[in-house]
């Protein structure tokens, strides 16, 4: 199980929503949490993403927990995400190449493979719809967090001690 630390920002009867906390800070501006700087913070209006997860230990908001979701569920959808669509996008540039005469055969390729892509990503774009329902692909809360666990507070925990 692949286990990372998030913090909770709301709850609904046994479902969190959750806010992943990054363990080294930002290099461009030393947040944790969101972003700060960076040319993608402003281009997607510094928003947090946060996700749901299912809260069988009945964490309350603001708790630190340690979240998990199975090694083959999160291996199995990386390989999705990113083969097919380089696969359909390999197979619509052969195919538009098989199609394409000699005078116009690059632009065939160029196209086929742009409408190869497109496709792999409605494909799994489509696919996914019903992995959500799968509760190995679905993040589980798996305990709280110690305090002292948690990196933005290990400083105070060193300090203290």
Known sequence: ??????????????QAALEILRNKPCGLCGQTRGCGLSFWGKLFAHRANTFKAKNHIEAKVGDVVVVGIEESALLFSAVTVYGIPLVFLLIGAFSGNAFGDGLHADRNTAIGAILGLLFGYLWVKGH??????????????LRLATPCSNSNVVRECKSNN
């Open 128 to 141: 996914a719809q019903g992995r959500s329902l799968d509760a190995r692909y679905s993040p589980v809360i």
């Open 1 to 14: 199980m692949v286990e990372e630390q998030a913090i909770i920002v709301s709850t609904d009867q046994n």
